[in-house]
């Protein structure tokens, strides 16, 4: 599955995941390889995002914002303040404040 996130300045993340949460309106939720098409509105909170392996991720000043989680580092996290997200064909495209 494929995740794109990108802020009004830059695209903060963008690469291969196995799965990624996310602070829904409703409540925290998962989405996995193969989930239904999708549109919801997000909240404050923490994305987190689950990869197989960190080794091809760029951590610069651009993606600075995306951090590896203190617990396990297969673990990105972001603070977001809202956004949107919307899942189809396996690809999550997160647009944040």
Excluded: C, R, W
């Excluded at 963008?14 to 998962?30: K, Y």
């Excluded at 610069?60 to 617990?71: A, G, I, K, R, T």
């Amino acid at each position: 599955m494929y995740l794109e996130i990108v802020s009004p300045e830059a695209t903060l993340f963008s690469s291969e995941i196995d799965s990624v949460v996310l602070p829904g309106i409703n409540g925290e939720f998962q989405i996995l390889k193969d989930h239904a098409s999708i549109v919801s509105i997000l909240k404050e909170g923490i994305i987190k995002i689950h990869t197989h392996t960190q080794s091809h991720l760029v951590f610069d000043s651009l993606h600075s914002e995306v951090v590896p989680h203190n617990d396990d580092d297969k673990v990105l996290t972001l603070k977001i303040n809202s956004g949107t997200v919307e899942m189809k064909d396996n690809k999550v495209i997160v647009l944040v404040d």
